[in-house]
């Protein structure tokens, strides 16, 4: 099957799917210019996998909060960022009934700020900090901590630490369940910009593949799941094989 076929093909799978299921990783956001914390000059690779579990580590944050929000601070605090093409066409696809909810890997929020209604992050939200003061609750956006004039940003109401609204090492991931389950009902399963390696999200596309299931990849080189995929597409653009894909919708 050349590239023209398949993406007939996977129009036809998309037009004729009654819930088609959406999990997204980095490499969607990378179009929209975030980096890709696991990719190839990335964090994951400059500073060892290993460094940057024990910094971003839920018991680093609780011990040392000073060392974990220098840290923090320089890779996690993430620029003004706009959605991307990709991003805004697959709101417009959930507009239009092809798609019917997005689970992501990514801490970004663009999903939500294209527009996507049904957005399930797994790993939670970088734009948004909780007090971790008991019973308090103190929400900010990243514009408080960026402009605090201390590294450990503080609950201007109880005084306590703030904390990122990500999941840290050593911490299960957010909406474990209804993850699962969404991905687990899918008629059709669409991966796109994620390697597919990072669990218990990957385990859940792993399991929903057990069984003759329509799963398409849409990813800039290989996954760990490619084997398992009905359709596979190795792009440079999510966002053009996107449009692509939208133009041969009926
Ligand atoms: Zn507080």
Not at 16 to 39: K, L, M
Not at 67 to 79: H, I
Not at 164 to 173: A, H, S
Request: one cysteine or more; proline letters at 6%; a positive charge.
């Amino acid at each position: 099957m050349n590239e023209e076929q398949k993406l007939t093909r996977v129009a036809e799978l998309l037009a004729s799917s009654r819930n088609t299921v959406v999990v997204t990783g980095a490499g969607i956001s990378t179009e929209a210019g975030i980096p890709d914390f696991r990719g190839e000059k990335g964090i994951y690779r400059t500073l060892g996998e290993h460094k940057v579990t024990a910094l971003l580590n839920i018991n680093a944050f609780r011990k040392r909060p000073r060392e974990f929000y220098e840290f923090y601070r320089r890779y996690f605090l993430l620029p003004q960022v706009k959605p991307s093409r990709a991003h805004l066409l697959l709101a417009d696809l959930e507009k239009k009934g092809i798609i019917k909810a997005v689970v992501t890997q990514n801490i970004d929020n663009l999903h939500q700020m294209a527009g996507s209604q049904r957005v399930i992050p797994v790993h939670g939200r970088a734009d948004r900090f909780l007090c971790t003061g008991i019973g308090c609750r103190f929400e900010s956006d990243a514009g408080y901590v960026r402009d605090y004039p201390d590294p450990v940003p503080k609950c201007p109401e109880c005084g306590s630490i703030l904390r990122p609204d990500v999941v840290l090492f050593g911490e299960p991931i957010q909406n474990h369940r209804l993850a699962r389950d969404t991905i687990l009902a899918a008629q059709v399963l669409l991966v796109i910009g994620s390697s597919l390696t990072v669990y218990p999200l990957a385990g859940f596309v792993s399991e929903y593949c057990t069984g003759d299931r329509t799963m398409i990849i849409i990813n800039k080189g290989p996954t760990a799941l490619d084997y398992a995929a009905t359709l596979k597409l190795d792009v440079e653009s999510t966002a053009e094989v996107l449009e692509r894909i939208a133009r041969n919708l009926p």
